[in-house]
């Protein structure tokens, strides 16, 4: 794969407690524009801390970021306008629970683009058209199902037409009845072609979605490779033991 | 002669003559000298729109400047630190940590004084040597220490507020600021109304202090009647009733209000 890169991370680290433990210690990677990178690894190895680090919700401790060719680690760079090109999905979807599914979906679009309300409601609604939700539009969140509202945080997210989408393991808060449902729109944005990063303790959409899996342990990169690669021949002992354990 | 008057006339004698009276031309006496004669009914309505003005105003106030406070008070303000090399905002930097400092400050204050001290420091002390409205001197003294509390109120419903809310917001572009404006104090008002009502209840209430610097406010106008009629009971009674009066209609009011922003939850 040759396209453009879209995120480049250089000797990611990240401690808490001032060093006292190490939640990222080194991580090296890069993601190209239309590829899905499923990130996997035994919780609490810093796969999360890497994700939110790539949109600078937590903030490195040192190392480099580069999205779209800018380092959003440097503190002049202004992270706000960087982020409305990187959507992020949260495993507790984190709706506003004050507005609706429409005003959760069009009030970044309105307030950040200037985009004016009948536009962005225009959008909003094709995309909850997707999602087939578009009759929920007016419902406020604690009206819907779990899946339901991580179907709207997803396409919270696309309304501002990001770059790069990443994913906070989407289907961990769920119950199981509504992972499929989450899971097949998470899919339909793969095959149009979205940049994602998926933190995810889900296998098989790893090893059916992802052009990429990398395995996370103790804050570093164990192994990446293609799905094939990781899932059937892992080479290091560690992932053979975490496949082990979760297939 | 008004029907009143006819009325009050031969009580009138009886009192002069030290004749018993029934209990209810006692109570015509009561209502005769502290409302009717002299339309002084219009003296209790005159100091009730005082008092409803100081309480609306403070009120304001007190909600602007005490959001503004909360918001000084949180830590991902207090901690804020520019980290550019930009002088412009690195003098921006310290502008705010002093405020932020200055919030804490200014909040143990006004709630450790008491609120007659702080209005007579500002009537005789601030504005001691400038013409300036009593109304105005009550709106800003009661808006100043009000803020405090509201202050206080609202940061606890900030804080109710779970993090995810403001991680959601910033990851789709929004500032620090702007986060905090349309996203967190949204919900953060909605668990703070009962206490906020609580608030502006005590509020109305310590208006009456007001009093002491001669403002006829509805207290002032009791206390006048009273000093006329001599009547130790009556006008401070209505007074209290027309109080009590302002705050259950605030208190219904803010109740319908709670309910509308219920209705995003069910």
């Known amino acids: 794969m040759n396209a453009e890169i879209i995120l480049s991370v250089k000797d990611l680290e990240k401690h808490f407690n001032e060093g006292k433990l190490k939640a990222l210690q080194g991580i090296t990677t890069e993601i190209r524009r239309g590829e899905v ?211 | 002669m008004t029907v009143f008057e006819e009325w009050w006339l031969p009580i009138k004698a009886m009192v002069e003559n030290k004749e018993p009276l029934t209990i209810f031309q006692s109570f015509y006496k009561e209502i005769y000298m502290n409302v009717l004669q002299d339309d002084r009914w219009r003296m209790y309505l005159d100091g009730l729109w005082i008092t409803l003005k100081v309480s609306f105003f403070a009120i304001l106030v007190g909600t602007i400047l005490g959001t503004i406070l909360a918001v000084l008070r949180l830590p991902e303000v207090t901690e804020l630190r520019y980290k550019g090399k930009n002088p412009l905002r690195r003098a921006g930097d310290v502008v705010l940590r002093f405020l932020c400092w200055f919030a804490k400050f200014y909040i143990d204050l006004m709630r450790g004084t008491p609120l007659l001290l702080q209005v007579l420091i500002i009537y005789y002390g601030v504005f001691g040597q400038v013409r300036v409205d009593k109304l105005i001197v009550g709106v800003i003294a009661c808006g100043l220490n009000s803020s405090a509390y509201v202050a206080e109120i609202v940061r606890g419903g900030i804080m109710s507020v779970d993090r995810g809310q403001t991680e959601a917001g910033r990851s789709l572009g929004f500032s620090g600021p702007a986060t905090m404006l349309w996203i967190i104090l949204p919900q953060a008002a909605k668990s703070a109304l009962p206490s906020l009502c609580n608030e502006f209840i005590a509020l109305i209430k310590e208006t009456s202090i007001l009093s002491y610097i001669a403002l006829t406010e509805l207290t002032k106008a009791g206390d006048y009647i009273r000093s006329r009629t001599y009547s130790a009971f009556t006008p401070y009674i209505i007074s209290g009733i027309l109080y009590l009066l302002m705050t259950l209609i605030l208190t219904k009011l803010i109740g319908r209000l709670e309910r509308r922003l219920r209705n995003s939850e069910r």
Do not use: W
């Open chain 1, 37 to 247: 990178v499923c990130v996997i690894g035994p919780s609490g190895s810093g796969k999360s801390t890497f994700l939110r680090c790539l949109n600078l919700l937590e903030e490195p401790t040192s190392g480099t970021i580069l999205f779209e060719g800018t380092d959003i680690t440097d503190p002049t760079v202004d992270i706000n306008l960087h982020r409305r090109k990187i959507g992020m999905v949260f495993q507790h979807f984190y709706l506003f629970p004050h507005m609706t599914v429409l005003r959760n979906m069009t009030i970044a679009p309105i307030k950040l683009l200037g985009k004016d309300k009948a536009t962005a409601e225009k959008e909003a609604m094709a995309l909850l058209q997707r999602v087939n939700l578009a009759d929920r539009a007016d419902a406020y969140p604690s009206q819907l199902s779990g899946g339901q509202k991580q179907r709207i945080a997803i396409v919270r997210a696309l309304c501002m037409s990001p770059d790069v989408m990443l994913f906070d393991e989407p289907t961990s808060a769920l119950d199981p009845e509504m992972v499929g449902e989450v899971l097949d729109v998470m899919k339909e944005l793969a095959r149009s072609g979205m940049t994602m990063v998926c933190v995810t303790h889900e296998m098989g959409f790893a090893r059916e979605v992802a052009d990429r899996v990398l395995f996370i342990d103790e804050g570093k990169i164990v192994e990446e490779g293609t799905p094939e690669a990781i899932f059937s021949h892992a080479q290091e002992q560690r992932t053979r033991d975490f496949l082990n354990k979760v297939l």
